[in-house]
């Protein structure tokens, strides 16, 4: 694997490929994008297992490319490493269902088909339903950050928890096991002890059906593999990037003092600039990558058959194209139109829900203690990519009041 601590190692001949870059931090990315978008709409990227495709860090060209069905998910080729990703430790059975259902390495007609299952869970409507019960875990998280000793870390007290407990509610598992799903999924446990976790889960929604995710897929066509699969990614997906942006924003008001005071002069405002905290505080450095199956041309820019594409949400955020003066943290900026959730039909499922829950998270937190103030946050420091994937961390948020 790449050493990306040396930070010359992006700077390498264009001919083998630039590496991603590991010198930004969320509110302060590497130079390196504003200076390649400056060059061009895509650049060469090295992957791991020696691949030279591209990184795209245009916004137009960014939306076209995930918008396109003529790119698919496989193969799983990732810049960072490592060149051949093991499959997942479990049993023969367990790796057969979890690849049937996993929507992140599916295409075409089967992705739909899944996909749709769980549609009518996530619209606007469906996410603005459950905003009575975010609000009252949100409140119920700042009353347990409120009763630590000074200093606390936000992330761990506040962030991480209203994530998971809102993801447990909203899949459809049950209260006494919620604590089980954050030691697998936030704190981490084996691959076979998570897949277990999730056959369990399924068995009780078929005795014990809820209004909820996993009731849905139990009740559906999908087959047994299917719905232990699609279960599996729901769980794991989508949680950690509500926890980062929640963190995330929560540094960028409290660094940015006048953003805050226009957040808290007027906190209506809350459900409309929810866009420019997702814009600013981008998670994803590149999505999961994209692959050619067939020579093509989009807006000029050619793609050869077989050949991967790693689009930037991070640059595409910042394409001043799109977003004039993109470095500058604005409330009142119009930043609808950002792909901090993807884009296309492997866009986040959960993007409507997310956005409930970011808002509510902010909203507690800056009304309920007006004195709240940043000791210390992480990620104002380069820290090491979360994934294979890269992604920024949020990292401890140290905070008093």
């Known amino acids: 694997m790449t050493d990306l601590s040396n930070p010359a190692d992006h700077l390498r001949c264009p001919v083998t490929g630039y590496t991603l870059p590991s010198d930004g931090t969320p509110l302060q990315p590497s130079p390196f994008f504003a200076e390649r978008r400056q060059e061009a709409k895509v650049h060469p990227l090295r992957y791991a297992d020696g691949h030279v495709g591209k990184l795209v860090t245009d916004h137009a060209l960014a939306r076209a490319v995930l918008s396109d069905q003529r790119f698919s998910q496989l193969p799983r080729r990732f810049p960072l490493g490592p060149a051949d990703p093991a499959p997942p430790s479990v049993t023969a059975d367990d790796l057969r269902a979890l690849t049937s259902g996993d929507l992140l390495i599916l295409d075409g007609a089967k992705h739909d088909r899944i996909r749709k299952t769980i549609r009518s869970r996530f619209t606007v409507k469906a996410a603005r339903g459950h905003r009575e019960t975010v609000r009252a875990i949100a409140a119920e998280q700042v009353d347990i950050l409120l009763a630590q000793p000074k200093p606390a870390d936000l992330t761990e007290q506040v962030a991480e928890p209203i994530s998971a407990r809102v993801h447990a509610h909203v899949l459809g598992i049950p209260a006494e096991r919620v604590q089980d799903y954050i030691q697998h999924y936030v704190h981490g446990s084996s691959a076979q002890a998570t897949v277990d976790f999730v056959r369990e889960i399924v068995g009780y929604r078929r005795t014990e059906p809820g209004d909820d995710v996993i009731s849905d897929l139990v009740d559906s066509e999908l087959t047994d593999d299917e719905v232990v699969g699609l279960a599996?990614?729901?769980?794991?997906?989508?949680?950690?990037?509500?926890?980062?942006?929640?963190?995330?924003?929560?540094?960028?008001?409290?660094?940015?003092?006048?953003?805050?005071?226009?957040?808290?002069?007027?906190?209506?405002?809350?459900?409309?600039?929810?866009?420019?905290?997702?814009?600013?505080?981008?998670?994803?450095?590149?999505?999961?990558?994209?692959?050619?199956?067939?020579?093509?041309?989009?807006?000029?820019?050619?793609?050869?058959a077989g050949e991967s594409v790693s689009v930037s949400p991070l640059s595409a955020n910042r394409d001043s194209e799109r977003f004039p003066e993109p470095e500058r943290f604005d409330l009142g900026r119009d930043a609808f139109g950002h792909l901090a959730f993807g884009f296309g039909s492997h866009g986040c499922a959960g993007q409507q829900l997310?956005?409930?829950?970011?808002?509510?998270?902010?909203?507690?937190?800056?009304?309920?203690?007006?004195?709240?103030?940043?000791?210390?946050?992480?990620?104002?420091?380069?820290?090491?990519?979360a994934h294979v994937v890269p992604t920024y961390r949020a990292g401890a948020v140290v905070v008093t009041w």
């Open 232 to 304: 599996a990614v729901l769980m794991s997906s989508g949680r950690d990037s509500v926890a980062y942006t929640i963190a995330t924003t929560t540094v960028a008001l409290l660094t940015h003092p006048e953003q805050r005071q226009r957040l808290t002069g007027d906190p209506s405002v809350a459900p409309a600039v929810i866009e420019e905290f997702m814009r600013y505080s981008t998670m994803f450095v590149a999505l999961f990558p994209r692959t050619a199956t067939e020579d093509l041309e989009i807006d000029g820019v050619r793609f050869q």
């Open 354 to 385: 997310a956005r409930v829950e970011i808002t509510e998270a902010i909203g507690a937190l800056f009304s309920r203690v007006p004195s709240l103030a940043l000791v210390d946050a992480e990620q104002l420091r380069p820290l090491p990519f």
